[in-house]
């Protein structure tokens, strides 16, 4: 995960917590990265006690961004991309950014 996508995630989450609450979330770029870390974090650990799927997920996201992807057939068409590993309960276990098409 880049340092861009890290420190996007930290600015929308406190304009996030602005507009709902009035009040500006005081969060950093390593808090965030920790919690990242937290959620992603030896993923290769979990042992699987059911079926698991892998789907891609949009994060819905209005405002401007060079991560921000269209897909049609979701809900919400325009967000961020994020590839998901859940379990049959529908707990998310992992998940990825996608940061667009790596080229040659």
């Known amino acids: ?4 996508v890290i420190e996007l995630t930290q600015y929308q989450t406190s304009q996030f ?4 609450s009035g009040k500006e979330l005081k969060t ?4 965030i990265e920790l919690f990242i870390g937290l959620s992603t974090k030896n993923p290769e650990k979990i042992i699987p ?9 949009i994060v819905a996201f209005k405002g401007r961004s060079g991560l921000k992807q269209y897909i ?9 991309k994020l590839w998901a590993r859940t379990g049959g ?5 992992d ?3 996608y940061q667009g098409s790596k080229e040659p």
Do not use: C, Q
């Not at 917590?17 to 709902?20: D, F, Q, S, V």
């Open 1 to 4: 995960m880049t340092d861009e």
């Open 17 to 20: 917590a602005l507009e709902k």
């Open 28 to 31: 950093t770029a390593k808090e």
């Open 49 to 57: 006690k059911e079926k698991h799927s892998i789907d891609d997920v």
């Open 72 to 80: 049609r057939s979701k809900p919400n068409r325009w967000g961020y």
């Open 89 to 93: 309960s529908g707990i998310l276990h």
């Open 95 to 97: 998940f990825d950014v």
